[in-house]
Nanobody, 129 residues
Framework: QVQLVESGGGLVQAGGSLRLSCAAS????????VGWFRQAPGKERELIGA????????YYPDSLKGRFIISRDNTKNTVYLQITSLKPEDTAVYYC??????????????????????WGQGTQVTVSS
């Protein structure tokens, strides 16, 4: 069974950068796509981006392109989310999720019938002004 553990969150000043990690375990993880989401208090969950484990395809919503970069280290079974030029409105709990299909991750926030198979516990990112 695939399990995910996020790390790297914390308190950061506006304008700074942060790299979050999503460490995966499980023998079948190499076949899974991984996505990053965030949820701020009182707001809907938001997709940041998603990538096939092979790295052959990475999707970012147009609204968030530019400051968020997803990468992966296959040797460490870890997917990263690099965030630059942090803003107070980036304050949220950041989650990674995995599913055999990239499409499920991409449409999850718009189609509640499409739920990623595995979620991490989340990591808090707080950006101070």
């Amino acid at each position: 069974q695939v399990q995910l553990v996020e790390s790297g969150g914390g308190l950061v000043q506006a304008g700074g950068s942060l790299r979050l990690s999503c460490a995966a375990s499980g023998s079948t993880f190499s076949t899974y796509a991984v996505g990053w989401f965030r949820q701020a208090p009182g707001k809907e969950r938001e997709l940041i981006g998603a990538t096939k484990w092979s790295g052959s395809s990475t999707y970012y919503p147009d609204s968030l392109k530019g400051r968020f970069i997803i990468s992966r280290d296959n040797t460490k079974n870890t997917v990263y989310l690099q965030i630059t030029s942090l803003k107070p409105e980036d304050t949220a709990v950041y989650y990674c999720a995995a599913d055999p299909k990239l499409h499920t991750l991409v449409v999850h926030t718009t189609d509640k019938n499409m739920n990623p198979e595995v979620w991490g516990q989340g990591t808090q990112v707080t950006v101070s002004s």
